[in-house]
């Protein structure tokens, strides 16, 4: 249970609001008073939900909310003063940095402006005589104009065991911060020395655009390794980090699509040209950590594999096909058989592409050499199952039976999993050609490399029968108005750029755009205008500004709404579905709670004797007219996805 929820949990509203000077009447299941936010001492307009934790004003004011909205509306406080004197009235201690976890986050930007001021030395001797050799072969060998070096901040480590371990400890660091750093090494007798000698260094941020490590290539042509990468710290985690994403993501996220190279050349060259939505895992497999970071940057999934053409590229490819399964499927078990192919029980959930180079050259070569090949080869890059298909099918004689068997063996299943049918029926005729055999000898189940068909598993039977339901129909088995804000909620934050199609999607249907009130518990409202705000500023990427200003005392709230929507549907059109439903149902149930209200309020004071105010009945009008708007969207949303 998170600190608010805890919080929320003993403190009585009733109490709460009672305490303050409201003297509350029990009504039914609810409590009415006046509104304490208004002059007004003849309509009891102000209801508590003790059972929800909430109120409501029916009056002047029309506002409503949790105790944190009540206490931070009473006192003029904002959320963190509100949360804070509400803790210490519930005996709850709020979650907070422990002075460890403080020393931790300090010591990582000490070392973060370190490796900056390392990356700007480097960058300055790149125009020293000594760098000169590695600046002409920049400019003349790969092509990159001075604003290019500029921008990547690319650097040559001079040649020597001590420079940089000389220059800064002079500077006032510490042997220790420039080990921690990944700057030093150290041998068997203890002695320490510079990583980088004679080297291109090439800087490598997170994200955020914030210093990580180095990758570096040698100058030496006998130089061993060609490439060297600062080693594991607590900043430098190679399977964690994606080269070239900081300056990619808006590209990623305004093309849809990501780049995947092998090399930092591979990058830079690229974004030179204008293809800023390149970004290279460093010569390694893609991780499953660095599939889940591209997700958060490509609203549909869409992902290209532009690896060198060699073996270890296509290794590298499956390799990085392993990971992405795993990755962006949304359910299911996953496998990587003994030869090196995939076997899942999910469907594909993205839309994963290999692009083929040609002529063995590197991408910054073909890109150096015309822009529009590149443009082309991205463009043709295939899915899949085709690629998959014809690396199987690569220099192997398709008139021998038994090839025609294996590779079928390999390639059915795969099929077989794709969720929709017009795909599978697609690949199966493909596959049919390709091996020049009828296509009814590829259905009816999987080709086992003896011959015989593989029976389809009873579980497969049941997953095909049994479709997933859409999150939204299961929120409201519990507290439906919270669990549908936390689901609307869990999508904004990753992919915060929604928001703009789905305000013009509700107007479009005649309703009004998502506004913080739509939300009725507090820290929902917090979290909304964080990611309003997020789209109102260029310094970070939207979700990175969320997850960087989001309150301490929302950090388990935000790291539910994560984890909530971790499998999320790629597809854009299907989100934005299921968006506008959940909003729909939102506003319907709190209209329908206020008009049962206000009905409430209409019978009671009729049986009082009271006469009832002409606003009464004005506001019950107004709300019957909102339902009404709400259930013809409704209706024009259901005949939208029926065509």
């Known amino acids: 249970m998170s600190n608010i929820d805890e919080i929320k949990a003993r403190i009585d509203i009733i109490d709460l609001v009672s305490e303050s000077g409201v003297q509350l009447r029990r009504s039914g299941r609810n409590h009415t008073?006046?509104?304490?936010?208004?002059?007004?001492?003849?309509?009891?307009?102000?209801?508590?939900?003790?059972?929800?934790?909430?109120?409501?004003?029916?009056?002047?004011?029309?506002?409503?909310?949790?105790?944190?909205?009540?206490?931070?509306?009473?006192?003029?406080?904002?959320?963190?003063?509100?949360?804070?004197?509400?803790?210490?009235?519930?005996?709850?201690?709020?979650?907070?940095?422990?002075?460890?976890?403080?020393?931790?986050?300090?010591?990582?930007?000490?070392?973060?402006?370190?490796?900056?001021?390392?990356?700007?030395?480097?960058?300055?001797?790149?125009?020293?005589?000594?760098?000169?050799?590695?600046?002409?072969?920049?400019?003349?060998?790969?092509?990159?104009?001075?604003?290019?070096?500029?921008?990547?901040?690319?650097?040559?480590?001079?040649?020597?065991?001590?420079?940089?371990?000389?220059?800064?400890?002079?500077?006032?660091?510490s042997e220790k911060d420039l080990m921690d750093s990944g700057m030093l090494s150290e041998n068997d007798q203890g002695r320490r020395y510079d990583r980088f000698r004679d080297r291109l260094m090439i800087p490598i941020r997170d994200a955020r655009g914030r210093m990580a490590g180095f990758g570096a290539r040698t100058m030496d042509p006998d130089g061993i390794p060609k490439y060297l990468n600062s080693p594991q710290t607590v900043l430098f985690d190679k399977g964690r980090l994606l080269y070239g994403l900081d300056r990619a993501k808006k590209a990623v996220r305004t093309l849809d699509q990501a780049v995947i190279v092998e090399g930092y050349m591979d990058v830079i060259a690229p974004h030179q040209a204008g293809f800023e939505n390149v970004i290279s895992p460093m010569g390694t497999a893609l991780t499953e950590d660095q599939l889940r970071l591209i997700k958060r940057y490509t609203p549909g999934n869409h992902i290209v594999l532009a690896l060198d053409p060699?073996?270890?590229?296509?290794?590298?490819?499956?390799?990085?096909?392993?990971?992405?399964?795993?990755?962006?499927?949304?359910?299911?078990?996953?496998?990587f058989d003994a030869r090196g192919y995939l076997r899942h029980e999910a469907r594909l959930q993205a839309d994963?592409?290999?692009?083929?180079?040609?002529?063995?050259?590197d991408p910054d070569e073909i890109v150096l050499r015309n822009p529009d090949e590149w443009k082309e080869i991205i463009a043709g890059a295939k899915p899949i199952v085709t690629h998959v298909m014809e690396a199987l099918a690569a220099g192997r004689d398709l008139d021998d039976a038994k090839v025609k068997t294996d590779i079928a063996a390999q390639i059915l299943p795969l099929i077989a999993d794709l969720p929709n049918s017009i795909e599978r029926e697609t690949f199966r005729q493909q596959l049919a050609r390709m091996l020049k055999v009828d296509e009814r000898a590829l259905i009816g189940g999987q080709?086992?490399?003896?011959?015989?068909?593989?029976?389809?598993?009873?579980?497969?039977?049941?997953?095909?029968?049994?479709?997933?339901?859409?999150?939204?129909?299961?929120?409201?088995?519990?507290?439906?108005?919270?669990?549908?804000e936390e689901y609307c909620l869990g999508i904004l934050i990753r992919k915060p750029d929604l928001l703009y199609r789905l305000d013009r999607a509700l107007q479009e249907m005649g309703l009004q755009a998502l506004v913080a009130d739509d939300f009725g518990y507090t820290e929902n409202q917090s979290l909304y205008k964080a990611i309003t705000a997020s789209l109102e500023q260029d310094a970070l990427d939207a979700h990175d500004y969320i997850l960087a200003n989001r309150a301490d005392a929302l950090r388990d709230l935000l790291e539910k709404l994560m984890a909530a929507t971790e499998e999320l549907s790629p597809v854009l059109e299907r989100l934005l579905e299921e968006m506008l439903r959940g909003i729909i149902k939102m506003r319907r149930l709190?209209?329908?709670?206020?008009?049962?209200?206000l009905r409430f309020f209409q019978e009671d004071a009729q049986q009082r004797g009271e006469t009832v105010g002409s606003e009464y009945q004005e506001l019950v009008?107004?709300?019957?007219?909102?339902?009404?708007?709400?259930?013809?969207?409704?209706?024009?949303?259901?005949?939208?996805?029926?065509e």
């Open 33 to 173: 008073g006046f509104c304490p936010f208004h002059s007004n001492t003849k309509t009891p307009a102000f209801v508590v939900w003790q059972e929800t934790g909430t109120w409501k004003c029916f009056g002047e004011c029309n506002e409503g909310g949790d105790i944190f909205k009540f206490i931070m509306k009473k006192e003029g406080w904002d959320f963190k003063e509100s949360l804070r004197h509400l803790a210490e009235r519930a005996g709850v201690e709020l979650k907070q940095y422990t002075p460890q976890q403080k020393e931790e986050v300090e010591a990582s930007e000490h070392l973060r402006t370190l490796l900056e001021e390392i990356a700007l030395f480097y960058h300055q001797q790149l125009k020293t005589d000594a760098g000169k050799k590695t600046l002409d072969y920049l400019r003349e060998k790969r092509g990159l104009s001075d604003e290019t070096l500029e921008t990547f901040m690319l650097g040559y480590s001079p040649k020597g065991w001590d420079n940089v371990l000389k220059h800064f400890t002079e500077r006032g660091y």
């Open 310 to 335: 060699d073996a270890a590229g296509q290794k590298a490819i499956l390799r990085g096909l392993d990971a992405a399964r795993k990755s962006l499927d949304r359910e299911g078990e996953l496998a």
């Open 352 to 361: 994963l592409r290999v692009a083929n180079l040609p002529d063995e050259l």
């Open 447 to 484: 080709v086992q490399r003896g011959g015989r068909k593989g029976r389809p598993s009873s579980r497969r039977k049941d997953a095909q029968k049994t479709l997933p339901q859409p999150p939204v129909a299961g929120v409201a088995a519990i507290n439906p108005a919270k669990k549908l």
């Open 590 to 597: 709190g209209l329908n709670d206020s008009l049962n209200q």
């Open 621 to 642: 009008m107004q709300h019957a007219l909102m339902l009404r708007a709400l259930d013809e969207a409704q209706r024009r949303l259901s005949l939208r996805r029926l």
